[in-house]
């Protein structure tokens, strides 16, 4: 079946710029995630969806970072005015149990460079 | 705090010896702790996990791994390395709330 498909896989953007990121969920998963994976670095928390509310924002590391979710399906992660440290793979996860300690099923990211 | 440890950036071994990948992990409650591992160019892939039960966990691709409340220990090992074992691991911690903790990854480099 199908898995989580994230759009772009790729995206060069100069600095200032706004961009989205989507993210398609396994059809049916309750949860979605949103991470960060910056080369080095672990994979960082950003936000969670359970349907179409975010009970847990607190890992947007800005405002200039926000995300949402429409029809309990496809998320867009939004980032404003970017800057060059924005620049990682942006992950997307679905799960199909609302809640934490399930088994989360990832997108193949994409990844976002800044100028 | 809680926080899970990867101490190894990277393993290396031969091809056909035992693996293992350690991490730990520091938490006040009862963990739920996991595996995944990340393939070149493709998304994490769920190995195991472990919520209570038995502390041996079997999981996919032959991978089990080891839950030591004592020393706060959930290493990954395999018996016999194979080369696509290749790839960068990571060991995750779950302890409420909606939110689930990364360790940095380990690298594990598999040579034939």
């Known amino acids: 079946g199908a898995g989580v498909s994230q759009s772009p896989s790729n995206k060069v953007t100069e600095k200032g710029k706004d961009v989205e990121l989507r993210c398609d969920p396994i059809?049916?998963?309750?949860?979605l995630y949103w991470y960060r994976q910056s080369l080095g670095q672990g994979l960082e928390f950003l936000i969670y969806f359970q349907g179409n509310s975010a009970p847990d924002k607190s890992g947007l590391p800005s405002d200039r970072f926000s995300a949402e979710r429409t029809g309990g399906s496809v998320s867009t992660l939004t980032i404003q005015r970017t800057q060059q440290e924005d620049s990682a793979v942006y992950l997307c996860?679905?799960?199909?149990?609302?809640?934490?300690?399930?088994?989360?099923?990832f997108g193949p990211g994409t990844r976002l460079t800044v100028l | 705090a809680q926080s899970v440890a990867q101490p190894e950036d990277q393993v290396n071994v031969a091809e056909g010896n035992p693996l293992t990948v350690k991490c730990t992990y520091s938490?006040?409650?009862?963990?739920?702790l996991f595996w995944y591992v990340q393939y070149p160019n493709r998304g994490l892939q769920f190995l195991l996990k472990?919520?209570?039960?038995?502390?041996l966990v079997k999981g996919s691709y032959g991978f089990e791994a080891e839950f030591n409340k004592s020393q706060t220990s959930f290493h990954l090992k395999k018996p016999s390395a194979l080369v696509s074992d290749s790839a960068l691991y990571f060991c995750?911690?779950?302890?409420?709330?909606?939110?689930?903790?990364f360790g940095a990854g380990t690298r594990l480099f598999v040579k034939a």
């Open positions: 938490v006040s409650g009862n963990p739920y």
């Open positions: 472990y919520i209570t039960g038995d502390n």
């Open positions: 995750a911690l779950y302890t409420g709330g909606f939110k689930t903790i």
């Open positions: 996860a679905s799960s199909p149990l609302a809640g934490g300690g399930n088994e989360q099923f």
């Open positions: 059809s049916g998963h309750t949860a």
